[in-house]
């Protein structure tokens, strides 16, 4: 299949660096926290659990490898829908067979791209971030974030993930004056021959983020 680019502004690179709170985003004379930093800032309690059941030197060590296994997946996505035919090239099996899972649903419902990898901020909401891609999903513009997971997810689970996109709707508007209402995750399952999708909107989870981030100001003055 071969993927409709639109043609969209260039966006400002923005400089990365790094402090003991995370990662922050220097652009437009700001130095603004990442999404990821500020929501993971206050893990969920069932992962704290889970970190405590199994020992925090195996926690890091899984966390570690669903990663780069993620960062891989994500690599081979972003290379497919960018129309390179060798999106698989270098990568390891279990990788290729996970995107297998992820390309079904690629095809049947995203196109005519926007944005991969596009670094994003906000003035409003004091954060920045790198989208994964901005497409069409089933014919309307949507932010769309890859995930990778050893087994389901629960939508109650994964709240961080909705928030985190609604966060780059939030951004897109506020940068290109366009709105965007519609999120989707995508996560590709290791266990299982499948993948869940979960599709939801901007303002169902936009407050619940808005509140993350005062806290998050309250916390570490940033």
């Avoid at 700001?30 to 020992?55: C, D, H, N, Q």
């Avoid at 629960?154 to 965007?180: C, D």
Wanted: with cysteine; glycine share 6%.
């Amino acid at each position: 299949m071969k993927f409709n680019h639109v043609p969209t502004p260039e966006l400002e690179q923005p400089e990365v660096v790094y402090s003991d709170i995370g990662r922050f985003y220097v652009v437009g004379g700001m130095k603004l926290p990442s999404v990821t930093t500020v929501l993971g800032a206050y893990p969920k309690p069932e992962l704290l659990e889970w970190r405590e059941r199994i020992g925090e030197e195996e926690a890091k060590k899984i966390m570690n490898q669903a990663s780069i296994r993620g960062e891989c997946v994500h690599t081979i996505c972003e290379k497919y829908l960018n129309n390179d035919p060798d999106h698989a090239l270098g990568q390891m099996p279990g990788n290729v067979e996970t995107f297998r899972f992820i390309k079904k649903v690629i095809d049947e419902n995203i196109n005519n791209i926007h944005y991969q990898e596009a670094p994003l901020y906000s003035k409003f909401l004091r954060t920045a971030g790198r989208v994964d891609c901005i497409a069409e999903w089933q014919g309307k513009l949507s932010i769309i974030d890859f995930k990778t997971s050893r087994n389901r997810k629960r939508k109650s689970w994964i709240e961080n993930y909705f928030m985190q996109t609604s966060a780059y709707a939030v951004m897109h508007e506020e940068l290109l004056g366009k709105p965007i209402s519609q999120v989707v995750i995508i996560i590709a399952l290791d266990e299982e021959p499948e993948t869940q999708v979960f599709v939801e909107q901007r303002d169902n989870y936009i407050k619940g983020f808005l509140s993350v981030r005062r806290r998050f100001k309250e916390d570490y003055g940033v």
